[in-house]
């Protein structure tokens, strides 16, 4: 079994010197992972884009 996304990218590439700068830095990937990063999944939007069900202007989505 392979290791999880979160111990590859943040964990085992980061020298923590401490469990609070450990759990500060994990938020931080955690919260870029969650929020910003495109995913494939979603056709490559954020998950903040994918997921936004704000009404849009639709003149900001036209292309020129």
């Known amino acids: 079994m392979g290791a999880s996304t979160a111990s ?3 964990i085992y590439r980061n ?5 609070a700068e450990a ?3 994990i938020g931080v990937w955690i919260s870029y ?3 910003r990063r495109p ?3 979603h056709g490559l939007p954020t ?3 994918a997921y936004d069900t ?3 202007d639709p ?3 036209r292309l020129t």
């Open 8 to 10: 590859v990218h943040c």
């Open 15 to 19: 020298a923590f010197e401490s469990g």
């Open 23 to 25: 759990r500060s830095g």
């Open 33 to 35: 992972h969650s929020e």
């Open 39 to 41: 995913h494939s999944s």
């Open 47 to 49: 998950p903040a884009e």
């Open 54 to 56: 704000s009404p849009q």
């Open 59 to 61: 003149e900001s989505r």
